[in-house]
């Protein structure tokens, strides 16, 4: 069964940090780019970083470049967001997604479930 799933979110002071993690099963990991989402109350969801099958290219939302990193371990299946610096704005519920071929040869997209980070004083 494809599955994504995340942990590590959390309530943090503003100027803290916190990794979040992306347990991936079911498919081909390294077959993948695999992106991190997030939705704030009362907002859109917005893509805020993306990583490359080999994790050699990545890509983030102004809103969090310098402060995010994104990186993967091929080896464990999981993509981590490591995120620094911490703003009251980055409060959310944050997802990891990918889009993935399944079994049957379809492509679909899929989401974990998501983790809330919290950040306030």
């Known amino acids: 069964q494809l599955q994504l799933v995340e942990s590590g979110g959390g309530l943090v002071q503003p100027g803290g940090s916190l990794r979040l993690s992306c347990a991936a099963s079911g498919f081909i990991f390294s077959n993948y780019n695999i992106n991190w989402s997030r939705q704030g109350p009362g907002k859109e969801r917005e893509m805020v970083a993306t990583?490359?099958?080999?994790?050699?290219?990545?890509n983030y939302a102004d809103s969090v470049k310098g402060r995010f990193t994104i990186s993967r371990d091929n080896a464990k299946n999981t993509v981590y967001l490591q995120m620094n610096s911490l703003k009251p704005e980055d409060t959310a519920v944050y997802y990891c997604?990918?889009?993935?071929?399944?079994?049957?040869?379809?492509?679909?997209?899929?989401w974990g479930q998501g983790t809330q980070v919290t950040i306030s004083s």
């Open positions: 997604n990918a889009a993935i071929r399944a079994d049957n040869g379809e492509w679909g997209s899929y």
């Open positions: 990583i490359s099958r080999t994790g050699i290219s990545t």
